[in-house]
């Protein structure tokens, strides 16, 4: 599992409270992503950090805000969870630095519904 | 558009009978294709990666292919178990560093399931 752990690992919260999730590393990766995955859907990039306060937008960022303070942890932020922000998430990390055969390991996700 | 697209939705099996699942891609510039395996409630983990010059590679019971001519790869599943029901998703990158997340592509998933 590469170490990647994610907190809460289920979550019920009510529309327009803010809610965070984290992901933990232990392995000082320098990528880092969130994605969602919806029935129907393929999963989809939320956000990514290639670094320490480097962040960047993926495909369904609106309503999704990123920070990354430490190597170790990825926060994901809904600043005012909808009810279409009910998915499964999952952070990643990418070993390696080149731009070919990178492995991605994933995190066992977090269930958020927001009622 | 850059597109991945998977086949059958979703299967059931016999254990031990063998399995083919494909994919057909849409991407350009193409980098490499993994095929990855998700256990109910849990994350995708990867099976294979291939890149264009590759046509074959194993893990286990696991055999993917690519056509790099044709945009298609299938997974072969050999002698299926019962652990093998998950969803199969197949991802291909494409190309460019960017220093980005390789532009991964995600199809939808197979739904494998292997009854006794």
């Known amino acids: 599992d590469a170490g990647i752990t994610q907190s809460p690992r289920h979550k019920v919260t009510e529309t327009g409270t803010p809610v965070t999730l984290r992901c933990h590393q232990t392995e000082n990766h320098r990528y880092m992503y969130w994605y969602r995955q919806d029935p129907g859907h393929g999963l989809r990039l939320i956000h990514y950090?290639?670094?320490?306060?480097?962040?960047d937008k993926g495909e369904v960022s609106d309503g999704y805000s990123v920070s990354r303070s430490k190597t170790e942890d990825f926060l994901l932020t809904l600043e005012s969870a909808t009810s279409s922000q009910t998915s499964v998430y999952f952070c990643?990390?990418?070993?390696?630095?080149?731009?070919?055969?990178?492995?991605?390991?994933f995190g066992p996700g977090t269930r958020l519904t927001v009622t | 558009k850059n597109q991945v697209e998977q086949s059958p939705q979703s299967l059931i099996i016999l254990e031990g009978k063998n399995c083919t699942l494909q994919c057909n891609y849409t991407v350009s510039p193409f980098s490499n294709l993994r095929w990855y395996k998700q256990d109910t409630g849990r994350g995708p983990v990867s099976l294979t990666i291939m890149t264009f010059s590759e046509n074959t590679k194993s893990n286990g019971r696991y055999t993917a292919t690519l056509d790099a001519d044709t945009k298609q790869s299938s997974l072969h599943i050999t002698a299926s178990q019962l652990s093998d029901s998950a969803s199969y998703i197949c991802v291909v990158s494409a190309g460019g560093y960017g220093g980005s997340q390789g532009n991964l592509i995600f199809g939808k998933g197979t739904k494998l399931s292997v009854k006794p």
């Open positions: 950090s290639y670094g320490v306060k480097d962040t």
């Open positions: 990643a990390i990418r070993t390696g630095m080149g731009s070919g055969s990178y492995e991605q390991y």
